[in-house]
């Protein structure tokens, strides 16, 4: 009967999803099949089928035996759902709701619980870094590929790609940067179903992206005179980065759009499509490299100009690749200054660390052209062999941010222990191989671009003392990856700060006051000193792990949480300032009206959506300063749980009435009718008092208590909805809980009931 059923309702159907979709035996399924198929009843779709899942629809003969038997069981249907009511009926469909919503996650946390929870780490790392390093070898070729040719057209053209590099990281920081906090904003939506919503995002992106080429674009055209004469005093080099940095900078429109495009797509889960443009990218630029450089198949013979040229096609027609899943509508004028707002907010900390790398090479490249123009080439080819031999060290990074996130929040501190010891051991094996080739054949490895003995000399010098720094550079690098990931934006932030604005260029400038040869302990000595405060930062982790720094008033909901069955009426959302006593005034007003009250009851809910720790999605709002709260709040585990906790406050909201206190309700349930929002607050004198009554603190901790949950909430409330927190036009009743908590609950009960006999 299940499979009659399930065909003739889909048209076709796989023996595999009829097994998935009643908990079905394989084997019983099968011999179902071959039994039905013996006696007429189905047979091969090809058209459906894919590789070896076989497609089988109903033939004529199996229509007429279901047709029967199926209106039989429709009408025992129809029967039994009259005998049972509609209000019954609607009980048992919540039911049979959640049981299937409970029955999925525990599916997936089994499959997600068996890859980043319990398979051997080592064993997941190998299986998840082969992707992203080729799709770092992609990217890396962009980089190299132009130096190449260059390199064999002209000696000089190599010390302006040197020179133009900063700008060209900075390009890429503001393109990339911009796309983050659209990629970010569009999870975020797209997770709690409002995907009109982030289309408009995506909408936005396309004008926005414009609108930053064409102010780079004019900056840079205007400025690049200047930049290369403050680089260098060699007129041929000048005219090279005046010529290559004008083009690149001019034409970048298609890096811009391509960036936006890309993380649309990938906020949708399309992660093959901008793979492809990126391997069509450089494919382009690889092939048009020679072509337009030396003038091959009848092209004119354009130089320098020739690798831009080359460069700036290959980003647009990766950009038209991605155009056309990528491009959305743009949305009404209005919205853009809420929306552009919101994707700078999450896209502005990208954007800083990214552009801290531009920074640190640019003032390195000044402190070499004090030397020579050949100390500033063979920095410049130093960073065309990082792409190489970093591919395996950027994998890494990548690789152990789910890991070490599902780990944390999952409170199993111990195999986020192993995960980073892994990923460390992994990544000192395979930059040793780094280390053997600077110390071994640097003179080689240069020649491979220049034939400038001084450059050779110079760089064979710095590559021996670059060399030893890679080792240090595996945790260095992976130490601000690991923080990330269990959300500690502070540290993360910190230790790139400390490399890249602290340590380089002030150490670079110091070494050189003692010449050219001193100047290379630069790179060791900071990797050096980056490890070692990496390391303070972990023992400081270790020592205090986030499952033994929850406040110890807090008290956690069961796992099992359900969402309770309701009547249709009103949803009530409660905003508060700390210690106005919210949740007390909530759950009196629940119980008043006789309806299901959601507070801690609803991290719990969020923690079985997204297999997150329920302290880790309650204190969300708490974890990071005023100042790198964005930054903070843009990870991946933390959009994470944003978008789960979205997802059950839009489920909670559709069961019927309730009370939700906190978590931005008002704004996630801005589109739902029946919502009454609320706002409570109270004399900050009134509020200390109450915290220091409820919770046992002295009064400087009370303080300290009331002024720190309120900026964190409405930081919180502002990255979540662009809006500010506790502002009256937000609300549709603002109360002064000071009147006691009974006369607040009666306030609000006495509105809700004006409300409903309107």
Not at 146 to 165: H, K, P, Q
Not at 569 to 575: C, H, N, R, S
Not at 665 to 678: E, N, S, W, Y
Not at 730 to 756: E, F
Request: hydrophobic letters at 45%; a positive charge.
């Amino acid at each position: 009967m299940l499979v009659l059923y399930t065909i003739r309702e889909k048209g076709f159907c796989t023996q595999k999803q009829i097994c998935d979709s009643y908990l079905l035996p394989r084997q019983t399924m099968n011999n179902v099949i071959t039994v039905m198929r013996e006696n007429g009843l189905l047979e091969l779709s090809p058209e459906n089928s894919v590789g070896r899942e076989k497609a089988f629809v109903l033939t004529g003969k199996g229509k007429e035996y279901a047709m029967p038997l199926l209106e039989s069981m429709n009408r025992f249907e129809e029967q039994a759902v009259a005998l049972l009511g509609d209000e019954k009926l609607a009980a048992l469909t919540s039911l049979m709701l959640e049981y299937d919503q409970a029955l999925g996650q525990a599916m997936q946390d089994v499959e997600t619980s068996q890859i980043f929870g319990t398979e051997k780490i080592s064993k997941v790392l190998l299986k998840m870094a082969p992707p992203v390093m080729l799709a770092q070898l992609i990217q890396a070729l962009y980089n190299i590929v132009d130096s190449l040719f260059v390199g064999r057209y002209a000696e000089s053209g190599l010390t302006a790609l040197s020179i133009i590099y900063p700008i060209q990281l900075l390009m890429i920081a503001l393109a990339v940067g911009t796309g983050v906090g659209i990629n970010t904003v569009m999870a975020a939506r797209l997770g709690t179903g409002q995907k009109d919503e982030a289309d408009e995002y995506a909408g936005v992106g396309t004008p926005l992206a414009v609108a930053m080429w064409f102010v780079f674009a004019l900056a840079c055209w205007l400025i690049m005179p200047a930049y290369a004469r403050m680089s260098t005093s060699s007129e041929a080099v000048i005219q090279d980065v005046v010529t290559y940095g004008r083009i690149v900078c001019v034409f970048s429109f298609g890096l811009f759009l391509e960036s936006i495009w890309t993380k649309v797509l990938q906020a949708t889960g399309d992660m093959k499509t901008p793979m492809f443009a990126q391997i069509i990218g450089a494919v382009t630029n690889i092939v048009l490299d020679p072509l337009l450089i030396f003038g091959m198949l009848g092209l004119p013979e354009m130089g320098f100009a020739g690798a831009a040229i080359a460069t700036v096609a290959g980003q647009i027609v990766a950009a038209l690749v991605v155009m056309g899943k990528g491009l959305r509508k743009s949305p009404a004028l209005k919205k853009y200054a809420a929306h552009i707002k919101t994707i700078f907010r999450l896209g502005v900390p990208n954007m800083l660390m990214q552009s801290a790398y531009t920074f640190y090479i640019l003032g390195l490249n000044l402190i070499l052209a004090g030397f020579s123009d050949q100390a500033v080439t063979a920095l410049g080819l130093y960073y065309k062999w990082q792409t190489f031999f970093f591919i395996p060290l950027g994998a890494m990074q990548t690789c152990i941010v789910p890991i070490v996130s599902f780990n944390y929040a999952a409170h199993n501190i111990d195999r986020c222990r192993k995960t980073l010891t892994t990923s460390v051991l992994f990544g000192l094996a395979l930059m040793a191989v780094g280390t053997l080739c600077f110390e071994a054949i640097p003179g080689p490895m240069l020649r491979v671009f220049t034939k400038d003995m001084l450059v050779v000399s110079i760089g064979t010098h710095g590559f021996r003392f670059i060399g030893v720094s890679f080792l240090g550079m595996v945790t260095a690098l992976i130490f601000p990856v690991f923080f990330q990931a269990v959300g500690f934006g502070l540290k993360s932030s910190l230790l790139t700060v400390i490399r890249t604005v602290c340590l380089f260029v002030p150490l670079g400038w110091l070494f050189s006051r003692f010449g050219l040869e001193w100047f290379w302990l630069t790179f060791p000595v900071t990797e050096l000193v980056t490890t070692l405060v990496g390391f303070v930062f972990y023992r400081q982790f270790l020592a205090a792990p986030y499952r033994e720094t929850t406040r110890k008033h807090k008290h956690i909901e069961h796992k099992d949480a359900v969402i309770q069955p309701s009547k249709p009426g009103v949803i009530i959302t409660i905003a508060r300032e700390h210690g106005s006593s919210g949740k007390q005034i909530g759950k009196l007003v629940a119980e008043k009206l006789g309806i299901p009250f959601y507070y801690k009851k609803m991290t719990a809910l969020a923690a079985q959506e997204s297999g997150l720790a329920q302290e880790f999605i309650s204190d969300i709002n708490q974890n990071a300063p005023k100042m790198l709260h964005d930054l903070y709040l843009s990870t991946t585990v933390v959009q994470h749980a944003i978008a789960a906790q979205h997802k059950v406050i839009e489920r909670i909201a559709e069961n019927a009435s309730c009370v939700i206190v906190g978590r931005a309700a008002d704004h996630v349930l801005r589109d739902h009718k029946d919502v009454v929002r609320v706002f409570i607050y109270a004399p900050e004198e009134y509020r200390i008092g109450r915290v220091m009554e409820v919770y046992g603190d002295t009064r400087e901790e009370a303080e300290h208590n009331v002024r720190r949950s309120d900026t964190a909430r409405a930081a919180y409330y502002r990255s979540i909805s662009g809006r500010d927190w506790g502002n009256r036009s937000n609300y549709d009743l603002m109360v002064d809980s000071s009147i006691g908590i009974k006369d607040t609950a009666d306030v609000i009960c006495r509105y809700i009931a004006s409300k409903r006999s309107k």
